[in-house]
């Protein structure tokens, strides 16, 4: 991996580490502090208890929309770096108002986090891909909750306890969740009516939510009972290896690459994905050609690409498309036939690897008189516990 590369990576890593923290020290300071009874700090005599108490309520909040932002930049999303740079100043004025001795690390590591966050800015580019259904859901979820809170609110006066568009907005999360705390109540039959309809719109919101949440979560799991690799799998890999085709040498590039470096292997054969699955190989059964399929095995996260099919042509083919669409990727390739191995250096390979060269060339050093070719052929094939006579 280059410096460049290297340092990305390490510095992608410590954005998403000082998020997390961020996140759970806003969350344990803020439940601590919204019980407190006593607070220092430089604005502790200017701001009134209540309002410090408040602050650690919303400092909780803020907390979990800190930890979904983390999950966020773990997966690139350019929409998490943006809500992180709004979190962050919050977190610290927070943090300041709350006027707590256990707030302190939380305003010092959010001011820290900040240069950090915009130093590594380009490293969060990547647009968060809705699904129609998800989309649909969120839109009735919004107009359910916007429906009831402006409707209560017209009606507060047919209303017990509602008098503010909070108070509308409480009456319609307690009634669409179906809690029914009984403190907001309707006290005419227009106020009924309207509660049935927020009942009844409430709930099938939530209904359609909750199936947009929970049908990619049934679908991993069918996934992985029929041995393919999920979404949520693919979007997880990072500084992996991509492993395109499945050729003769495959399996002893698996080999070396088990236990120092994730990988992933893309094969359009059926057959060999589900013996790949079998043994637990993250394997996508798709074209390793095909510029859709090597996007959604990683390339953008990879830390390098590996291509070996049986035929030159379509190696060839595959890092030409690699080399296209990540230029600064070290891409290696076999070439079956000695003559391609220009071909391929051409089409964009940093190395190419010719088997037949390097066992030819053995084989003559072997007949010469060079008694230690077989250990070099162990050293390449990483076969040095063979038996010996």
Known sequence: ?????????????????????????????????ITATGFIGPLAEFIPPAVQRTAGFTGAMTGFLMLLSAYGLRRGLETAWWSTLVLLPLTAVQGLVQSSPLSIPLVVVSLLAMPNLLANRSRFDREVELT???IAAGLALVGAQAYGTLGTYA????????????????FTIVTASTVGYGDATPLTQEARLFGISVLLVGTASFAVALGALLSPLIEARFAAALGKMTERELESLEDHVLVLGYGELTEPILGELDGRAPFVVVTDSEKRADRLADRDVLVLRADPSDEESIERAGLDRARAVVVATNTDAEDALTVLTVRQLRPDIRI????????????????????????????GRLMVQSALGR?????????LLGDRDRSRD
């Open 155 to 170: 009606l507060r006066e047919e209303f017990g306890e509602v008098e503010t568009i909070l108070d509308a907005f409480y």
């Open 371 to 379: 008694e230690d070719t077989e250990d070099v052929a162990d050293r």
């Open 132 to 134: 129609n259904t998800q």
């Open 1 to 33: 991996m280059e410096w460049g590369e290297r340092w990305g990576w390490v510095g992608t890593r410590l954005t998403v580490a000082l998020t997390g923290i961020v996140a759970v020290l806003s969350i344990v300071t803020g439940i601590a502090n």
């Open 332 to 359: 290696v390739s076999a070439a079956t036939d000695r003559e391609n191995v220009v071909k391929l250096r051409r089409a964009g390979a940093d190395a190419v690897i010719s088997p037949a060269t390097i066992g």
